[in-house]
């Protein structure tokens, strides 16, 4: 098989959320790959820090500030990127946020909140991405879901809801953009190493639920999600298209 098939030299990867966590990962096993990556979060040191990190490691890395949810910020951002030249030929929606509250205590403003971070969001800079990768005819969306896309858990309704959604609109991506070149796919990773988990990690009586309910007996590594974005943003997925892979240690796979 020829290597070049998972080469991503000369493509540009947005990840949004990438100061930190999965989404840091990620971005750095694109760059591994070849790319140029545009980093994403509101957090101005964080971003600035993770960026000269990467920039150390001899990758070409772009800042692009925004909170997710401010759709002005958005089409600001990709204005940006149109004046520098930077075209983004792999877009990863992995910006989200999680609230864990009984539905009955749950306050719409909190609903509408996770809806916008997670969901919403993903629409709003797909929608924004797809418009300069048709004329193109290429482009790679991957937005990242969940075990929640596909099981509900209690405590989580509105995560589980955008995650949910988040399936649905990679399949309507594909539905709309799978003429003009443009594969739109979604990761779904199970429970994870990461600051956003930390509390789970931390409860022996919820971590003692993940180590049992997993049949790999451990919670995944971050790195872990490295294979399945190199293969989504690369050539060897090209006829790939409105999928979502679950990395969750085969957790979705038992009963």
Wanted: hydrophobic share 50%; charged share 20%.
């Amino acid at each position: 098989m020829s290597r070049h098939l998972f080469d991503l030299t000369g493509r540009t990867a947005l990840v949004t959320g990438s100061s930190r966590g999965l989404g840091q990962a990620m971005a750095e096993g694109l760059a591994a790959a070849g790319a140029a990556v545009v980093l994403n979060g509101v957090d101005a040191a964080r971003l600035a820090d993770a960026a000269a990190e990467m920039r150390a490691g001899g990758h070409t890395v772009h800042e692009a500030r925004f909170d997710v949810t401010d759709e002005a910020a958005i089409l600001a951002a990709f204005a940006t990127l149109d004046t520098r030249g930077v075209a983004v030929d792999v877009l990863v929606n992995n910006a989200g946020m999680q609230l864990r509250r009984p539905m009955v205590e749950l306050e719409t403003a909190d609903w509408r909140r996770v809806i916008e971070t997670n969901l919403t969001s993903a629409f709003v800079i797909g929608r924004e991405a797809a418009k300069r990768m048709i004329p193109r005819g290429y482009g790679k969306i991957i937005n990242i879901g969940s075990l929640t896309s596909d099981a509900a858990r209690a405590t989580v309704a509105p995560y589980t809801v955008a995650k949910g959604g988040i399936k649905m609109l990679t399949r309507a991506m594909t539905a709309e953009w799978a003429a003009h070149g443009i594969q739109a796919n979604a990761i779904g990773p199970g429970y994870m190493l990461t600051d956003m988990n930390q509390a789970l990690v931390d409860n022996p009586t919820f971590n003692a639920w993940v180590l049992a309910r997993t049949p790999s007996r451990r919670w995944g590594r971050p790195e872990e999600l490295i294979g399945t974005a190199v293969f989504l943003a690369s050539a060897a997925s090209d006829y790939v298209n409105g999928q979502i892979i679950y990395v969750d240690g085969g957790m979705l796979a038992v009963l």
